[in-house]
C-alpha cells in the first residue's frame, strides 16, 4: 500500500528501471509519513560518494508543536542501498539525458520503502501522446459502460 505517490513521475517521465531503497528518517517524519503527508513533486535522487540521497522530498512535522526548532522538512534524506546497487545506479546516471526519480514511499512489513525509478524526460509530443491515449481509453469505457 502506498503512503505518497510522486503522480507526475509517469506523466513528465519515460521510466526505464524502477528498484526499491530504505530510508533513513526520524521518528516523527515516520509518523507524519504514516498519516498520508509528504510531497515526492520535484524530489530527485543524487549520488555523491558511495551514498544515495533524496532531494527535495518534503515532508512536515507530525505535531508541529513538538517537533525541534531546527527541523527543515525539505532536508536530504539518505537512502539505504548496497554498494552494488549505488554503483549500477551511478553508471546508469552517467548517461546522457537519464536521472533518478522517487514514485512512492510504501510499507514493507514494519519499514518504509522509497521506490525509485532511472527515468528519461518526456517531450512535449510524447506528453500530448500520453494525454490522447488516456482520452480515448476512457471514451471507450465511458461507451462500453453504457451499451
Known sequence: MSLVKNKKAHFNYEI???????????GFEVKSLKAGQGSLEGAHITLRGNEAFVINMQIPPYQPAN??????PLRNRRLLLTKKEIASLSGEEKQKGLTIVPLSVYNK???????????????????RETIKKRDTDREIRR???NE
Open 16 to 26: 526505464l528501471e524502477k528498484t526499491e531503497a530504505g530510508i533513513e528518517l526520524l
Open 67 to 72: 517537533t525541534p526548532t531546527d527541523y527543515d
Open 143 to 145: 461507451t462500453l459502460k
Open 109 to 127: 512489513g514494519r519499514k518504509l520503502k522509497l521506490e525509485i525509478a532511472v527515468v528519461r524526460g518526456k517531450k512535449k509530443y510524447d506528453k
